[in-house]
């Protein structure tokens, strides 16, 4: 059955698949427990969860926006057998929508981490390196670039360059500097947290609101400030963001839209972050 996408007054969010991988259930929740987060998380034996890297697709009455690009299709094969567990499909499904890679209009990095960047850049028919999205503007802040130019010893293990080269040479990229309206419904904010130069997408029109914080909030388990990764290189702040971002978002009666998460596609927060209203995945 195709997922209903999540209506935001003139606009749809639509979940793609960027492909499933398996992390270790200890990474994900960082500073918690095992004996606590498992019971609001599944695990299998050997300690992993199973994740989605699934991208959103906005539709606004004039443009056709991706938020990330999944795992795309470069993964080598001893990098599919250690983690990856489904294929990247992305194509297809926006074929099956009626939409061609070559019809969306901008695409939005929430940071360059392998798992958000991977399908920026495609292997062709050919075998060779392309853009997977052509006329499409790649909107990212320009501090992750900065880092994505020169990465840390930590970041150079997930900033791949077989994700950059070809979109810097061949691609259109535009770097953000805090925040920017992209078109009425949709802008982006710096966050930092997770990565320097981590940004977060609002989508809002008629009166409602949508929030993708991106790897600030990666599942619905991770509803309180506290529950941090060890993933973020910045968790202090992802914390601080939390606070904020939720505080400000709970206002407005937003959605907070997920892109690792396997069985919620958004949900809404109440008081102390519980969780009041969900958009289950299909
Ligand atoms: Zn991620």
Known sequence: MAEIPLC????????????DFRLDGGAMFGPVPKTIWQNKFPVAVDNTLSLCN??????????NILVDSGLGNKLTPKQQSVFATTEWILLSQLAHLGISRQDIDLVILTHCDFDHAGGVVMLGEDGREEVTFPDAIHMVQEREWQDVASPCRRAQESYWPINFNELKSNGRIQLVHGGRELCPEVRVRHTGGHTRGHQLV??????ETAVHLGDLFPTHAHA?????????????????????YFAEYRQRDAWFTFYHDPLVRACKLGDKEMITDRWPRL
């Open 8 to 19: 935001i007054g003139d606009c749809e969010i639509h979940w793609l698949s960027g492909g």
């Open 224 to 244: 309180n400030p506290l529950w941090v990764m060890a993933y973020d290189n910045f968790p202090l702040e992802v914390i601080a963001c939390k606070q904020r």
């Open 202 to 207: 609002e989508i809002s029109s008629q009166g």
């Open 54 to 63: 699934d991208p959103l697709l906005i539709r606004t009455p004039s443009l």
